[in-house]
């Protein structure tokens, strides 16, 4: 297993951002595998997800753990302090906010991968309350601006699975609108399409965010590394979750 890991960390290369999924690892673990092995992480890593419990206690709705450290069986991986005190400063719509935090997995999921892959690197998780596209413009400028400040490199990675209980085709056929939009870093378009043709990508605002941020960033495109569905362990395609995995260099 370390020599693979090993392995994993000399062919991998740095990016600006990456949506990876966030469910049970039994069913999107290998497809967050293909993302996290391609992607050389950063000193500071930014999480961006979604809030599934609807606890929240941020006033502007992003709501991030700024202090201390996650315990996880894995060992313990330290808070972002300075760069999360700092983005709170420049950035009305995130403040400290424990309760978002307590019960949702969107975060977690990762955190093995980081463990694994980058024990050094510190932790920036922010949970999100809002799928409007004018608060992810703003965070995402935020975010551009503290990266661009930031003394050492940064990454940005936005924690989300795709369609939701459809079958294999439908969300199939759903995501690849919503995967158009994300290769374009078109934040925008990709929110507007989810709320068009219904497309229960939960984790959108986190992605559009990301997307904004890496463009401002200089990035011009993003790379889909990865697509499956909760059908390719069951066996059964009559009702699906999808999972997509992006890299933005």
Not at 67 to 91: K, M
Not at 130 to 148: F, M, P, Q
Not at 176 to 191: E, N
Not at 234 to 241: A, F, K
Request: proline content about 5%.
């Amino acid at each position: 297993m370390q020599g693979l890991l090993e392995e994993a960390r000399a062919l991998a290369t740095p990016v600006r951002g990456a949506i990876v999924p966030h469910a049970g690892l039994q069913y999107s673990g290998a497809c967050a595998a293909e993302v996290f092995t391609r992607v050389r992480l950063a000193p500071t890593v930014v999480v961006l997800a979604p809030n599934h419990t609807g606890r929240v206690g941020a006033p502007g709705g992003a709501s991030a753990w700024t202090e201390g450290a996650f315990e996880t069986p894995l060992g313990r991986i330290r808070i972002a302090e300075d760069f999360l005190h700092g983005l709170c400063r420049t950035c009305d719509l995130v403040s400290h906010d424990p309760v978002a935090h307590e019960r949702e997995h969107a975060i977690e999921v990762e955190l093995p991968f980081l463990s694994l892959l980058s024990p050094q690197s510190l932790l920036a998780p922010i949970v999100l309350a809002w799928d409007d596209w004018e608060r992810c413009s703003v965070l995402g400028d935020a975010l551009a601006t503290a990266v661009r400040e930031w003394s050492e490199p940064v990454s940005l990675l936005a924690s989300s699975d795709m369609t939701h209980y459809e079958t294999a085709v439908s969300a199939e056929q759903k995501d690849r609108l919503a995967l158009d939009h994300i290769v374009r870093l078109d934040g925008a378009g990709l929110l507007d399409v989810c709320r068009r043709e219904n497309i229960t990508m939960c984790g959108r605002a986190a992605a559009a965010t990301v997307l904004h941020a890496a463009k401002a960033l200089g990035a011009t495109t993003g790379e889909l590394v990865d697509y499956r569905h909760s059908g390719w362990v069951t066996g059964d395609e009559s009702s699906v979750v999808a999972y997509a995995g992006v890299i933005i260099p």
